[in-house]
């Protein structure tokens, strides 16, 4: 998921942790285009094609203090990279640091409205140049608040959340400025077709024209004030929606002994044990089960201790309602409610239909059809693994009298999955060691597209436990003698207090041309952060293979970062359709699958031996295997998604708990599954408005994603250099530079297939 951070078109300032690999492991956060910074390499060639402007725009110097006490107030310019300069940084720091910056802001604005001029530089280029204090110190706490989210900077959130929120619909209000905005719209073909300006500059004018008008900036005063009272208590909602399941996550444990862990592989022994030891547990044979994903869901799949399941899955499918002080069902009615009110201020009759309206998708009808015809071929598909784990039951002689219930579905899926398959997922995990993996991604990242990663130990991050790189392209790929620096590098890959669950990609900067006057040329190179909630083990941290799809999947969202090549941050890098954001990072999830990678990197943590042929085959053999209870679970989310946010009004006495239960009912929901993300913890939706009659953007994107990948399978070499210069070209640089319809059709030649997915998802 990407969580996307640029402080001038996000939909939630209060946090944008949002989600992404829904149909696997993690869900990934995309913080939107919000917060921006930059800076350069000592060493680096010189970047090509900057434009910095000469306008009088505000200088980020003129913002910052050498002087000040804060150091999100002073230069980084000392910094490496111009990075943050993460030792000196407390929580304390940010309120003065975002006050300081909103002022700053809002300068910038009102210096465009006023201004005599009327070109295109003086309006759109001051617009996309604007606020770059705010960006680079809004951009540190975005990524704080989901990384290191300590009870100091849950408090500064909190207070921060609404203002944050008033600060963006004031944006959108300041006099004068959306009559020039709509002035530079209005006249946008007139000026292509003189060819004054490039398709680059009108599709500028048409998405900063379309966010103002989605702001309510055509709105009445009175209806203005109101739509900004919602988007403030939104904000403070939403705000404590996540703060209540990152409570859930961090109080809750199970402890057992290791006898209790029976049927568990080793590492995930060792994985336990290393939670008792970080939770402070002293017992020799404490072993600790958290609510975090990489813990739970190996625990249920493998333990096999019906009741100890039970009690993990009861509490891990009911965060954000494990205590009565955290009702998140509450706060998410509410927000239920503020949203729909919200859709009728633009005159829309819901929600969804306000939400679909700015997507590939268009329209609420357009999405229902393509998650109907999924969900019921999933259906079916789920229905026949469950006769087959039926089945093995029999056959063993063993009889559930309640019938498979959810907290046996994964630990029947394996044991049948063992027994048809020959294939033990456990067997696989000491070849996918996190430093295998991680090599695995680079190594394609660079066959593809002339990336490599220079580690540098020197340089300090945000915790210990993040890795960061110089990404640099190969010198047969650069443009000058010397390779180029292409961006900087986070890698945050184990799960900690504090952290949010789950995994997405997030930017310190992003990419862009139009710099601010006086900018260094390091603030064009994007600074990208991967974020994992992996289970560290106490020696060598193993993955499972979903796992492994994670951290590809994610390394697809820094691509899309890292190779961003737009003049303007507005459009730069993931500030794209929603339903467009997720093809970039489940296309990069294929290449785990390929054998050519595997039989390279996948390596015996302990001897170094590669993982066997035939372990391999048996992997192929069984991938598609429980694939209908993977798309179900995800599937009914996304269909709960579009029906909440589909309803016509929110009565005194609607529950969102009875609806849920109901409307599954009604779709005919199969027996022993319940939705991915249940509505007390369903951050996608009620944490941010990002993903909210959205969650089906990422079966959107696979229709796409697999279409794609089937352009380099077609090729006959995965690694295709005319092909992946292609998708170079118009998957992962164009960013919004150009409709993302457009992008497809220009890769691919033609409109999107779904037979590809279907096919490898194994519904047909």
Not at 135 to 151: A, E
Not at 400 to 416: C, F, K, M, S, T
């Amino acid at each position: 998921m990407v969580a996307r951070n640029n402080w001038r078109w996000s939909t939630s300032l209060a946090f944008q942790l949002l989600t992404a690999r829904a149909f696997q492991t993690s869900s990934h956060r995309h913080l939107p285009a919000f917060f921006r910074a930059s800076r350069f390499s000592a060493g680096a060639s010189s970047t090509v094609g900057l434009s910095v402007s000469t306008a009088p725009a505000t200088d980020e110097a003129a913002c910052v203090s050498p002087d000040s006490e804060n150091p999100l107030l002073r230069s980084w310019k000392d910094e490496p990279f111009n990075l943050p300069p993460f030792r000196s940084i407390a929580p304390s720091h940010f309120e003065p640091a975002l006050e300081a910056a909103m002022e700053a802001h809002i300068s910038d604005l009102e210096a465009i409205a006023s201004s005599s001029s009327d070109d295109f530089d003086s309006i759109l280029g001051a617009y996309d140049r604007a606020g770059s204090l705010i960006s680079k110190v809004g951009s540190v706490y975005g990524n704080y608040v989901s990384s290191l989210n300590t009870p100091d900077m849950q408090e500064v959130q909190t207070k921060m959340a609404p203002i944050l929120s008033r600060h963006r619909s004031k944006c959108y209000n300041i006099p004068g400025l959306f009559e020039k905005i709509e002035r530079m719209h209005d006249i946008k073909d007139e000026m292509l077709e003189k060819g004054e300006w490039n398709a680059e500059q009108v599709r500028l004018a048409e998405r900063v024209y379309i966010g103002f008008v989605r702001m309510g900036a055509k709105l009445d005063e009175d209806s203005k004030k109101e739509y900004a009272d919602i988007q403030a208590e939104l904000a403070t909602l939403q705000t404590n929606f996540m703060q209540n399941v990152l409570k859930d996550e961090e109080v809750w444990e199970m402890v057992v002994t290791s006898d209790d862990m029976e049927g568990c592989p080793p590492d995930l022994v060792s994985a336990a044990r290393q939670a008792a030891i970080d939770r402070n547990h002293d017992g020799p044979n404490d072993h600790v089960i958290t609510l975090g994903r990489s813990l739970v869901e190996p625990f249920l799949t493998y333990s096999s201790r019906r009741d100890l399941r039970k009690k993990a899955f009861e509490a891990w499918t009911s965060r954000g309602e494990l205590s009565e002080e955290r009702d998140n069902l509450s706060i998410a009615t509410k927000i239920l409610r503020l949203r729909k009110r919200q859709a009728g201020l633009m005159d829309k009759s819901t929600f969804a239909e306000y939400q679909t309206e700015d997507t590939m998708a268009q329209t609420p009808e357009n999405v229902m059809k393509l998650l109907k015809d999924v969900w019921a071929r999933s259906k079916d598909a789920a229905n026949r693994e469950r006769e087959m784990m039926e089945a093995f039951l029999t056959e063993g002689g063993e009889e559930l009298e309640d019938g498979i219930q959810p907290w046996d579905w994964r630990y029947y899926a394996e044991q049948v999955r063992q027994a048809n398959y020959n294939f033990d997922e456990s067997e696989l995990k000491p070849y996918l060691s996190l430093n295998a993996v991680t090599n695995a991604v680079f190594d394609v990242s660079n066959k593809l597209y002339g990336l490599k990663y220079v580690k540098r130990d020197d340089v300090e991050a945000y915790h210990p436990d993040v890795n960061v790189y110089e990404v640099r392209r190969n010198k047969a790929e650069a443009k000058g003698e010397e390779d180029e620096l292409v961006a900087l590098f986070l890698h945050d890959n184990y799960a900690r207090p504090h952290k949010s669950s789950g995994a997405w990609m997030s930017e310190y900067r992003s990419q862009k041309k139009n710099l601010v006057y006086g900018a260094d040329p390091i603030e064009a190179v994007p600074v990208v952060s991967n974020n994992n909630n992996f289970a560290k083990g106490s020696g060598s941290t193993l993955l499972s293979f979903d796992d492994g799809v994670t951290l590809f999947h994610e390394m697809g969202h820094g691509h899309h970062g890292m190779l961003s090549d737009a003049t303007f941050g507005t459009l730069a890098s993931t500030s794209v359709l929603r339903d467009f954001v997720e093809l970039p990072s489940q296309l990069m999830e294929h290449w785990l699958s390929e054998p050519a990678v595997l039989k390279e990197h996948a390596k015996h943590y302990e001897t170094g031996e590669s993982v066997p042929d035939d372990l391999l085959q048996r992997l192929k053999a069984a991938q598609l295997f429980n694939e209908g209870f993977a798309v179900v679970e995800y599937t009914a989310c996304a269909l709960f998604d579009m029906a909440v946010h589909s309803l016509a009004e929110y009565g005194d006495d609607f529950d969102l708990a009875e609806f849920e239960k109901s409307y599954l009912a009604e779709q005919g929901m199969p027996q022993g599954i319940v939705m991915r993300h249940r509505p007390a913890h369903f951050a996608h939706l009620f944490a941010s408005s990002g993903y909210a009659a959205g969650y089906y953007v990422y079966q959107w994107a696979q229709v796409l994603d697999n279409d794609v990948f089937a352009a380099f399978e077609e090729t006959g070499n995965v690694f295709d250099s005319e092909t992946a210069e292609k998708c170079r070209k118009y998957i992962y640089s164009s960013g919004n530079t150009v409709a993302p319809q457009e992008l497809f059709k220009s890769f691919r030649g033609r409109d999107p297939d779904i037979s590809f997915f279907l096919k490898n998802r194994g519904l047909v």
